[in-house]
């Protein structure tokens, strides 16, 4: 699914470059996706995905599995 339409940037993509322990913020990882924000409308979302990255995987998703 695409997070970004100004830049088409995949939610996979963003996740990817999101679990990075070096990214800060969210300009990190649409740098890392060779990228800039653009209107701002996904910022909440990568800003979720960093966040969900650094709290590790959810143990109910987890045990469903």
């Not at 996979?12 to 649409?30: R, S, Y």
């Not at 924000?37 to 990568?46: F, T």
Request: hydrophobic share 40%; proline share 9%.
């Amino acid at each position: 699914m695409f997070v970004c339409i100004c830049n088409a940037l995949r939610e996979k993509d963003l996740q990817t470059a999101a679990a990075d322990p070096e990214v800060k913020g969210a300009p990190c990882v649409f740098k890392r996706c060779d990228a800039k924000p653009r209107c701002g409308r996904c910022l909440p979302d990568v800003a979720d995905m960093i966040a969900a990255s650094r709290l590790g995987p959810d143990p109910i998703s987890a045990a469903a599995e």
